[in-house]
């Protein structure tokens, strides 16, 4: 895949549009009393309304060696392509989506993999149980060796000391500093209500870094998605606008490793149902998870007509969405 | 090098030069043509990048898969038969002259 080919927009959009994008400069401080920003090379600007995006930034492991690759950018995923052999050994730390997703890259690539996570289960916050045990056993089809249950607390360890390749993949922290340091409301995410203001009115938060309420998870959630980074782009831009628009998005995710491509609808957590419909040994399936009733969230494995109406099924009131 | 023409919904057109090979999303998208949003960036996932094709065209075009099929069922614009999304047709030098029309609203 050419870089090219994930690029959102060309670089001449922001001219364009008119839009002035200032780069490599990162803004260091808000003074809310007279809307301004202040840039590290000390320019200031002004602003009526102020969005916050900053999104997240990897957790990391201590402990230094050049085998160490961490996904964020996309130089990163370059580097990494770059450094992946057939024959080679990844280690992968972490069984997230990064995690499974590099380690299933790599053995397509015929690299051997193992990879180590903390948690007993593989996804464990963002699928359910019956989908983390098949996503498990199909990468032991595929040859990749796990060990679970087991944390690295640094990269020194001379049990690390054999792949060529070490991907980190445990997890990202909100870059929530800019605006703490203005005396916004921010702990894990920036806090911000269903219009996604955030503790000052003229100031939004949104995609990764925006702690918001969402009906779907019952509560204040940060997503770190595609849907939910330009859902809520396009919230925040009608307000401004001029049309206030409340956040209440169906979330979804994707993940694709190996032959099996995973779309999630609504917002994984508790169940205490789960009814599996379609054939899970051809790997054409999809998982339907009820919580005290009520459907919460559809997971569909290589089955996009059972995901694409789970997403319109889960936009309906609440109360039909009864199991019985 | 195929050349790709692009209406909107009120009517105005513009005709991009496209390399073969990237799909009619990206020449769009990468030539500033408005009215193709593609959020997720051309993974057949959030159907943003919504068209109608050309009726002279639509058998040019190898049918939609599944994935798309079921897609277009989402797109915010009415799906009428030559509803196709843009990040899943491959431009090949078959389809010069290919003419798309972008919905009125895409999300
Ligand atoms: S770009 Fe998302 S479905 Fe085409």
Redesign the pocket.
């Known amino acids: 895949m050419a870089p090219e080919s994930i690029e959102f927009r060309p670089a001449d959009f922001f001219d364009r549009e008119q839009i002035e994008f200032i780069s490599g400069d990162a803004a260091v401080e808000i003074e809310r009393g007279s809307r301004l920003i202040r840039l590290q090379s000390g320019r200031e600007l002004h602003y009526s309304e102020l969005v916050l995006a900053t999104g997240a930034h990897v957790r990391t492991l201590p402990g230094a060696t050049d085998k160490v690759a961490y996904i964020r950018t996309l130089t990163d995923s370059l580097s990494l392509r770059s450094r992946m052999r057939k024959g080679g050994e990844m280690l992968a730390i972490g069984g997230g989506f990064i995690g499974l997703e590099a380690a299933a890259a790599a053995r397509s690539m015929g690299m051997t993999v193992r990879l180590m996570a903390a948690e007993p289960r593989l996804m464990g916050r963002a699928v359910s149980h019956y989908i983390s045990d098949w996503f498990a056993a199909l990468h032991e089809r595929h040859g990749v060796q796990f060990q679970l249950g087991t944390a690295v607390a640094t990269l020194d360890d001379p049990a690390l000391a054999s792949p060529d390749i070490i991907v980190v993949g445990i997890g990202v922290i909100p870059n929530v500093a800019l605006a703490q340091g203005a005396g916004l409301e921010a702990f894990s995410g920036i806090v911000t209500d269903n219009h996604l203001r955030t503790s000052d009115s003229a100031i939004f938060a949104v995609g990764d870094c925006a702690l918001h309420p969402n009906a779907w998870a019952g509560g204040l959630v940060r997503l770190e998605s595609v849907q939910n980074a330009a859902d809520q782009a396009r919230c925040v831009a009608s307000t401004i606008a001029g049309t206030p628009k409340a956040y209440a998005h169906v979330p979804w995710f994707w993940t694709e490793q190996f032959e099996a491509k995973l779309q999630i609808a609504g917002m994984p957590g508790e169940t205490d149902e789960s009814v599996v419909r379609g054939d899970p040994a051809a790997g054409k399936f999809s998982v339907y998870n009820y919580q005290a009733g009520k459907l919460r969230f559809v997971e569909s494995v290589n089955k996009p007509a059972d995901h694409i109406a789970a997403r319109k099924l889960l936009e309906l009131p609440p109360s039909i969405l009864g199991s019985s | 090098m195929p050349n790709i023409t692009y209406i909107s919904h009120t009517g105005e057109s513009r005709t991009v030069t496209a390399d073969a090979g990237v799909s009619v999303?990206q020449a769009a998208v990468r030539n500033g043509v408005p009215g193709i949003v593609?959020?997720?960036?051309?993974?057949?996932?959030?159907?943003?990048?919504h068209v109608y094709v050309d009726e002279k065209f639509l058998g040019l075009l190898k049918p939609a898969e599944e994935d798309e099929d079921a897609?277009l069922t989402l797109t915010a614009s009415e799906r009428k038969p030559n509803s196709r999304?843009?990040?899943?047709i491959a431009i090949t030098d078959k389809l010069d002259g290919l003419i798309v029309t972008t919905p009125e609203i895409q999300q």
């Open positions: 999303m593609a959020d997720c960036g051309g993974e057949c996932q959030c159907a943003t990048c897609m999304l843009s990040c899943q």
